[in-house]
């Protein structure tokens, strides 16, 4: 069983950044596949970013950009998305996410374990 806890969300000004945080359970969390997902409201859950166990990362382009990076401290059992340049439909719950098997990527039947999600406001 691996248990996440996602923390760092908030209300920003539109142009302003968040760091988000996710912290796992487990001795293994370094051969992870880690993604995060989020979900506006009346809106599917959607891909954000991944990171693999390689390292090798992967990105919604359409919605993100170059403005999010997603990184992680296998030391400390937590990935992380940096958040720049935060757009009003940026708004949303923003979930964590874990594949044991590694894989990793952008859908989201590969995720095995979930966090509760952090809010992040965006406004204009």
């Known amino acids: 069983q691996v248990q996440l806890v996602e923390s760092g969300g908030g209300l920003v000004q539109a142009g302003g950044s968040l760091r988000l945080s996710c912290a796992a359970s487990g001795r293994t969390f370094g051969s992870y596949a880690m993604g995060w997902f989020r979900q506006a409201p009346g809106k599917e859950r959607e891909f954000v970013a991944g990171i693999r166990r390689s390292g090798g990362s992967s990105y919604n382009v359409d919605s993100v950009k170059g403005r999010f990076t997603i990184s992680r401290d296998n030391a400390k059992n937590t990935v992380y998305l940096q958040m720049n340049s935060l757009k009003p439909e940026d708004t949303a719950v923003y979930y964590c996410?874990?594949?044991?098997?590694?894989?990793?990527?952008?859908?989201?039947?590969?995720?095995?374990?979930w966090g509760q999600g952090t809010q992040v406001t965006v406004s204009s």
């Open positions: 996410a874990a594949d044991t098997a590694g894989a990793g990527g952008s859908y989201r039947g590969l995720y095995e374990y």
